[in-house]
């Protein structure tokens, strides 16, 4: 996803500004992703940095957030809330980042 303005700092405001509120917000992975540590010249450690999963919502590119600590995946295409949404505009990108994430019922 592409940035419209440029923050320093991940906050709810950002996230706000790309994921509605009011809208619903889909599942689309069949996994989760686990995002590990590269040291600075270029390897890849065994030390784990977060896990990611792909959301949908209706008019927004699919889009990934970062998990701190390992989610249980929703069921693919299944309504979800996400716990503390906060995102990032860093260059021309934004990132997000949740706490948790429930099943819609």
């Known amino acids: 996803m592409k940035t ?3 923050k320093s700092s991940y906050s709810l405001e950002t996230a ?5 509120g009011d809208k ?3 599942n689309v992975s069949s ?3 686990t995002q590990l540590v590269w040291t600075d010249d270029g390897k890849r450690t065994d030390e784990v940095a977060g896990y990611k999963i792909y959301f949908s919502q209706e008019g927004v590119n699919p889009f990934a957030v970062k998990f701190a ?3 249980s995946l929703p069921p693919f295409l299944s309504e979800v809330k996400l716990d503390n949404l906060e995102a ?3 260059r021309s990108n934004v990132y997000f ?5 429930r099943v819609v019922k």
């Open 31 to 33: 996994e989760i992703e």
């Open 24 to 26: 619903p917000i889909y």
């Open 16 to 20: 706000v500004k790309y994921v509605q």
């Open 97 to 101: 980042r949740a706490e948790g994430v």
């Open 69 to 71: 600590k390992m989610p």
């Open 4 to 6: 419209k303005n440029i």
């Open 88 to 90: 990032i505009e860093i």
